[in-house]
């Protein structure tokens, strides 16, 4: 059944440049899925295709099946679409003519932990020389140095100016600034300019790269936007391939994206694009924009299908969603924040509805102060627990702002034994695969620890399984270079119960045993073959191969980077919470799905849960740090070891970007990067609101050091 906005969409849109504004919970991968259904079927599309573009590959894969079996129901068959990733796209176009952008037929993508790993070896490089570690001292305040330590502030600033320099050489790729270009237009700028240091850097990154024949996910957008504007039979091809453009999550577009787009689609072709502007919460982590889509749908001659409707949030939620939209726009206390959510107003579903809102009796939204940080933990993990009992069969989440915070309240969960998931790049869960590998690597490193062989048991053997404990305390008594027998390759079994002996947990241990003498017989030589040989030899599934792949791979760069790389090495960086292979493990289980579990909490940052849905959500850590409302105080954003003048390096990059952009610099560039912050935050807290399906949790902590944010006050009031 269509909803208001989706009906006129799928049964209208045959034509043009077309914006479709959705709220949360609005259906607009259902209503995209049914108007390209219906397209197919009545055949508008041809001679050409659809193409719909996303931004992550699990809803590139929603998209597929979705419109697959969509189509297999009504019993046709159709390949006449196609759904990609923007960077997939991108890397398409760069085949067609790869010698046009400098490369050769083989393009090799970047991951990003490589990318960072380059950087930071290129900012190490630079720091060597005596003029530039000077210049780089100069930034820090002194008075920060002398009361905390040089060690520990140099940590923190070796981090963030990586990162600043990763941010800046993004920015010069989107502006489409060559190293060469960004070296001459740097030059008027003072010696002290970080994107002055960040030209120089590039220039040796982007060197490293072309002698390893790779490129980045910038190069990918800002080469194959260079082909289809200086080779017009290939921009011909792609405007003739397809006849309509879709761009899904349009919100979060880029200057280099959107122009990619709509050269495909052509200024009188037919271009589609759905988002949701009150949603944009990637600006300050990522180069999007979340203007374009709004310049966009006010542009002449743009055809708009509202989507309002949800049925996905109870009244009372969508009544606090609602009022906090009216709130920000009418009487936010920073002016200039005003328009950082759109006047976009979530309605209920029609009673016939096929699919209703949830119903709540009672109160739906509740909210708590605090006076100190512990016991507003405390309290939400109480509340989980009492929620977990009172509704066993509803999914409950609870939302922090940072992955500080979340780790805060897991260690209560844990503490109490509450079941719950974790979702992050980093979660165990996650990355499980990484850390069988990690464990068993680890224990090969340095076979005569028992302790590392403990916590390879650990690993393969579940905590439920009988006799675990016992059979692990025994392990704690054993020599392990004793334990394995070369010629017979018995277990010492002395000492063991035959219950122990009999049990499952120990049967899995014989059967572990046998593989890991076999990995200690593989020549440590070669680990990226080690690894794939332990994979094999586990059994493991399709996707933990292809993690275990990513691993090999991975391996191979860090050696050539590192003749003396180890393989303690690898298993110290496969073991590390956060590691290089995060990002694709998680990309890996992202694929699969992610559908929320009842009886057990999951626990996210705010930007985490964007696209997901609860029954019950727990917001917490309202305060006026983490979501500020007043351009005073201090700012998550502002770098206090830093020199005064250079608080907020970020602002200053932008500043000296737009002096060599040639583009207005009278604003005040650390004012704007305030109202960009408190902008962002409230969108943010918009998401976490609507995450909820039936019952609200808000709560914040008001003490001498941490302040309640207004949103608190403002939302609480009856």
């Not at 939620?317 to 009216?326: E, H, M, S």
Request: aromatic fraction near 10%.
């Amino acid at each position: 059944m269509l909803r208001k906005g989706q009906k006129e969409l799928v049964e209208t849109y045959r034509k043009g440049y077309c914006g479709v504004p959705a709220i949360p919970g609005g259906g607009k991968t259902y209503a995209l899925t049914q108007w390209a259904v219906e397209v197919l079927v009545s055949g508008a599309n041809l001679p050409g295709k659809i193409l719909i573009v996303t931004y992550m590959n699990s809803a590139a894969n929603n998209f597929k099946q979705r419109i697959g079996l969509e189509l297999e129901n009504r019993g046709i068959t159709s390949r006449d679409y196609f759904v990609s990733t923007i960077h997939s796209l991108c890397l398409q176009i760069i085949k067609e003519k790869p010698d046009l952008v400098g490369i050769n037929s083989e393009v090799n993508v970047i991951e990003t932990f490589q990318k960072d790993a380059i950087i930071k070896d290129v900012v190490e490089a630079w720091k060597r020389d005596e003029d530039h570690k000077q210049l780089y001292m100069y930034y820090l305040d002194d008075i920060s140095l002398k009361k905390n330590g040089y060690d520990k502030i140099s940590k923190k600033w070796d981090d963030s100016f990586s990162k600043l320099m990763g941010t800046a050489i993004s920015n010069f790729k989107t502006n489409e600034i060559s190293p060469k270009e960004a070296i001459k237009r740097v030059k008027k700028l003072p010696d002290v300019s970080l994107l002055k240091v960040a030209a120089s850097i590039y220039l040796e990154y982007d060197k490293r790269l072309k002698r390893r024949g790779f490129i980045d996910f910038e190069d990918m957008l800002s080469k194959s936007k260079y082909i289809l504007t200086h080779d017009s039979a290939i921009l011909k091809k792609y405007k003739k391939k397809y006849t309509f453009v879709c761009e899904d999550e349009a919100q979060d577009s880029n200057k280099l994206q959107t122009e990619i787009l709509s050269l495909i689609a052509g200024k009188d072709g037919n271009f589609l694009r759905v988002g949701d502007s009150n949603q944009a919460i990637t600006a300050t982590f990522a180069n999007s924009d979340m203007r374009l889509f709004k310049d966009f749908c006010s542009g002449k001659n743009v055809k708009i299908f509202n989507i309002t409707q949800s049925s996905r949030s109870s009244k009372q939620v969508i009544d606090t969603a609602n009022r906090f939209v009216k709130y920000v726009r009418e009487s936010h206390p920073t002016e200039e924040c005003r328009e950082s959510l759109l006047p976009q107003y979530i309605e209920m579903v029609g009673e016939d509805d096929a699919f209703p809102n949830p119903i709540v009796d009672g109160d739906a939204i509740f909210y708590a102060k605090f006076t100190s940080k512990s016991n507003e933990n405390e309290a939400i993990v109480d509340k989980c627990e009492k929620l977990l009992e009172e509704y066993p069969e509803k999914t409950t989440a609870v939302l922090l702002p940072s992955a500080y915070k979340v780790g805060e309240v897991i260690k209560l969960l844990d503490a109490r034994k509450i079941p719950y998931e974790y979702l992050d790049n980093s979660s165990p869960e996650r990355n499980l695969t990484l850390l069988k590998l990690g464990r068993i690597i680890d224990f090969i490193s340095a076979p005569e620890n028992n302790e590392k062989l403990i916590e390879v048991v650990k690993i393969f053997i579940d905590e439920e399984t009988p006799f675990r404990e016992e059979l692990l305390e025994h392990l704690k008594y054993i020599n392990t270079e004793e334990f394995f027998y070369p010629i017979s390759g018995r277990v010492d079994e002395s000492g063991i119960s035959n219950d122990i002996k009999e049990s499952i947990s120990y049967k899995i241990f014989l059967a572990l045993v046998e593989k890991l003498k076999d990995f200690l017989d593989f020549p440590f030589t070669v680990p990226e073959k080690l690894v794939l040989y332990i994979a094999e030899k586990l059994d493991f599934s399709r996707e933990e191969i292809a993690i275990a792949q990513k691993v090999a791979s991975g391996i191979k760069f860090l050696m050539e980077e590192n003749a003396r790389y180890k393989l303690s090495d690898l298993a110290f960086e496969l073991l590390k919470t956060k590691n290089s292979f995060n990002y694709f493990a998680n990309l890996v289980w992202e694929l699969k799905g992610y559908e929320a579990k009842k009886g057990v909490i999951t626990i996210a940052t705010y930007h985490k849960s964007k696209g997901l849905e609860w029954d019950n959500v727990m917001l917490g850590d309202l305060n006026s740090e983490d979501f500020p409302t007043s351009l005073k105080g201090k700012f998550k954003d502002d770098i206090d070891y830093l020199k005064s003048e250079c608080k907020n390096p970020s602002a200053m990059m932008k500043k000296d970007l737009a002096i060599i952009l040639g583009e207005d610099t009278n604003c005040d560039f650390e004012k704007e990067a305030k109202i960009e912050v408190i902008s962002e935050r409230a969108r943010l807290l918009y998401v976490g609101i609507t995450r909820a399906k039936e019952r609200l949790f808000i709560s914040g902590t008001d003490s001498g050091r941490t302040k309640i944010s207004e949103y608190f006050n403002v939302l609480s009031k009856k």
